[in-house]
């Protein structure tokens, strides 16, 4: 088996649908991992819609690009799978993440749409809901809204663990697969 992985710009969705047809055309597409993501902490009254616009485009809009474009390779298989990023704040409303959790509760839905959409063409699908990654990033971020707001923390997980148990659900065809430290 032979895996492919290329690096993008999943804001750009010209480069999004470039590099999925280079990569759809020279060896087709079986597996489509979603896994984007931004997010913007401040109570609701902090933010513009705007600000909401710009983590739904990140979050969502271009997931649903991204699938769009991949789909016709995916379907073509006719087997396969499309596994989602999405988060605990997709499930569960999470304070000082009004915009994030929306977009990721957006892409629940989605996950949950295509499922069904995708199994009428061999294609299983799975969404990982993890609590807070363990990533420098969310790092930066909790510390600049720490010293701004009360906000609640999700228990943080390690990327690795995450990951594991996406590719133990992948292989399971499990469609739902949540995260935690134990």
């Not at 997931?63 to 997709?90: E, Y």
Request: with cysteine; aromatic share 8%; glycine share 8%.
């Amino acid at each position: 088996c032979e895996v492919i992985t290329r690096t993008t710009d999943v804001g750009d969705p010209t480069q999004l649908r470039l590099t999925l047809h280079e990569i759809g055309d020279r060896y087709g597409i079986h597996t489509l991992i979603c896994n984007a993501g931004v997010s913007l902490q401040g109570r609701f009254t902090e933010h513009t819609i705007s600000d909401f616009e710009d983590v739904f485009r990140i979050n969502f809009f271009n997931v649903v690009s991204l699938l769009q474009t991949a789909w016709p390779f995916l379907a073509t298989a006719n087997r396969g799978h499309i596994g989602f990023v999405s988060s605990l704040a997709g499930r569960l409303g999470v304070l000082g993440n009004s915009a994030y959790s929306a977009s990721k509760f957006a892409l629940t839905g989605l996950a949950e749409c295509i499922r069904i959409e995708a199994a009428t063409c061999g294609i299983g699908t799975t969404v990982v809901y993890p609590t807070d990654s363990s990533t420098v990033s969310l790092a930066q971020v909790r510390a600049d809204w720490k010293s701004k707001s009360d906000s609640i923390y999700l228990p943080m997980v390690s990327p690795d663990l995450v990951a594991e148990a996406f590719v133990r659900g992948i292989q399971r065809n499990q469609f739902e697969v949540h995260c935690n430290q134990e």
